[in-house]
């Protein structure tokens, strides 16, 4: 569980200590956003719109594999944050490498169902995090906070319909499960990824270099 915070002193010196003795998380932090549904809401009643969102939220195969770790949704984004002993331990998706390829199937399984109307597009943008915390301000809520999850969101501004925005960070993850499996570094869709970009997102005091990948 989180550590929650909660000090109704502004100066307290074991507010500090607390926040001192907290550890850091290092975890795959991805924000998944359902395009279009804004405009979708204007159109439809809810009988529409909530069947699809329905449809597309149970299809995002991520969420109903670490459903505990759904920690932020806003209108039709969702923020799941895995951490590296959840993700190593879980029998199904335990390596960054699998992550990436059940994002992709998704994405891509969404885009070409045979059945019209029945799924919404969606956009994920992917980070490997270790400067966050296990924190959370408000009692008996699970939530992540710290400057590599308000990179992912920022990656979220290079997002498109059907397109996955990784972080050089958590490609390197990828190669390194790649290597320790003993696989070719073009496996699956890692031969659809692009050649590196590099951008100066708003608040963050470096470049950060990431890649996308356009499901087809």
Known sequence: MAYFIHFKDPNSE?????LSSIPNCPGTCFFMDINRSTDMKYLGGLTDWGRKLNNTFNFLSLLNNFPQ????GIGDEIMLFIPDDVLKSDKAINSYYMLLEEIYATLYNIKHYPVED???ACKVAIHYCTEV???TFFEDANDY???????????????????IVLSETFLGKVHQDL??????DRPGCI?????????NF?????STKFRIIDVE
């Open 191 to 199: 031969g659809h990824i692009s050649e590196p970009f590099l951008e």
């Open 14 to 18: 074991e507010m500090v200590r607390y």
């Open 69 to 72: 770790y759904i920690v932020k």
């Open 118 to 120: 029945t799924f919404l």
């Open 179 to 184: 290597e320790a499996l003993g696989l070719s």
């Open 133 to 135: 915390y296990n924190v």
């Open 145 to 163: 906070y710290g400057s590599d999850v308000d990179l992912t969101a920022r990656l979220m501004t290079k997002c498109f319909e059907n397109r």
């Open 202 to 206: 708003k608040g963050v005091p470096m």
